[in-house]
């Protein structure tokens, strides 16, 4: 995504100032062993909710081994996130942060410390990466940046030395606080604490290992404002679609989403991401577009199938539940389940109040509970 500001707004906010700190020791380079470092995990918790933040010594050894020891210390615990850019970046770190007495001087301390190792890491959505004092590529220190949305300018200018895992909804919260135009945060967020753990093994993927026959004997019911809907599930013709719509439901992606398509005698449909609240990272990381699993289902009444796109790869999270006969589907579109109780529901949403095809009084697909 392009910048949200001017690019002299942005190097304000990445502490490009003209408020210089105190002449102290050059540039140094924090020893710790490779070992020592390797799979770590910040936790960064803060007043408005945690977020993690997996650490790469492959991209930058020193500056990981210096932000551990200054996490280590409690030397971020009482800063404060002082300076944003609204979806664009959240700065933190400077131990002056402590003090409100110091807002003239906020992103002025803790810098000075770090030589550049500067790397090909994009500046994506979740990067971190340390701030600078202006025209000193060696002087980074404690205080960092986190990319709230891709920022493809900061590429190759600034040392990135860790990417947010979890918690990116966190971290734009934390953007979206009151700022003045210069970018300086009006109301304090706190670090609280700064832990480092060893990253945990990675959680197997719900679902990704369960055999046909137990994917069949699965159940999910859907709890709508109109009424409760049960499904079966058909794996031995579309197992991958079996497991996604598992897994969303399971991560609750599906739940506050609307009935936002009802075409009388065809179809109703939900299941799509933009009439609900934004996704937490963890459910986004689990929306991908599907392969197309066509098969011989016949698309009859009571029928649940994924919508798509033109490509028949894209399908993401939005499904349809067949009203009536619609031969025009067939080989067209992934059938993975039916209704095997609720139909009565089903035919309540088709008669529903229409403007066009999208229900006059919202109908809501409130959530999605796996049996």
């Known amino acids: 995504m392009p910048l949200p500001h001017n690019v002299p707004m942005l190097a304000l906010l990445l502490g490009l100032v003209l408020i210089q700190t105190a002449k102290g020791p050059g540039p140094v380079t924090p020893q710790l062993t490779p070992a020592a470092m390797a799979s770590k995990q910040a936790v960064v918790e803060t007043t408005v909710g945690t977020f993690l933040i997996d650490l790469r010594p492959d991209l930058a050894p020193a500056h990981v081994a210096y932000f551990i020891r200054l ?38 301390g803790g810098l000075g410390v770090l030589r550049a190792e500067i790397s090909s890491e ?86 990704s290992t369960d055999s046909v026959e137990a994917l069949a004997a699965r159940r999910a019911v859907l709890e709508t404002s109109a009424g409760s809907v049960t499904l079966e599930f058909f794996p031995s013709k579309a197992p991958e679609h079996v497991r996604a719509f598992l897994r969303l439901a399971h991560a609750g992606v599906f739940d506050g989403t609307s009935f936002h398509r009802v075409v009388r005698g065809f179809v109703v449909q939900t299941g799509s991401l933009d009439t609900r609240p934004p996704l937490s990272e963890r459910q986004q990381k689990l929306v991908r577009p599907l392969p197309a699993e066509f098969n011989d289902t016949k698309h009859v009444k009571g029928i649940v199938s994924m919508a798509r796109g033109d490509d028949p790869d894209s399908a993401l999270t939005s499904f349809f539940i067949v009203i009536a006969d619609a031969p025009s ?10 209704v095997v109780d609720g139909l009565d529901v089903i035919d309540a949403i088709e008669g529903a109040p229409l403007d066009g095809e999208t229900p006059v009084t919202q109908i809501v697909l409130r959530r999605v509970t796996i049996q």
């Open 329 to 338: 589907l067939d080989g067209k579109y992934t059938a993975f389940g039916r």
């Open 71 to 108: 996490a280590q210390e409690g030397a971020y615990t009482g800063t404060t996130f002082h300076r944003i850019i609204r979806h664009g970046i959240i700065q933190g770190g400077d131990p002056l942060t402590r003090d409100p007495a110091n807002a003239k001087l906020y992103g002025t």
């Open 122 to 207: 994009p500046h994506t959505r979740g990067a971190v990466s340390a701030v600078l004092q202006p025209g000193k590529p060696d002087s980074a220190g404690a205080q960092f940046f986190v990319c709230v949305t891709d920022q493809a300018a900061l590429t190759g200018k600034y040392t990135i030395f860790g990417r947010v895992s979890d918690g990116m909804d966190v971290v734009q919260r934390i953007s979206e606080i009151p700022a003045t135009p210069e970018g300086i945060a009006t109301e304090r967020v706190e670090i609280v604490s700064v832990t480092i753990r060893d990253a945990p093994a990675p959680e197997p993927v719900p679902f």
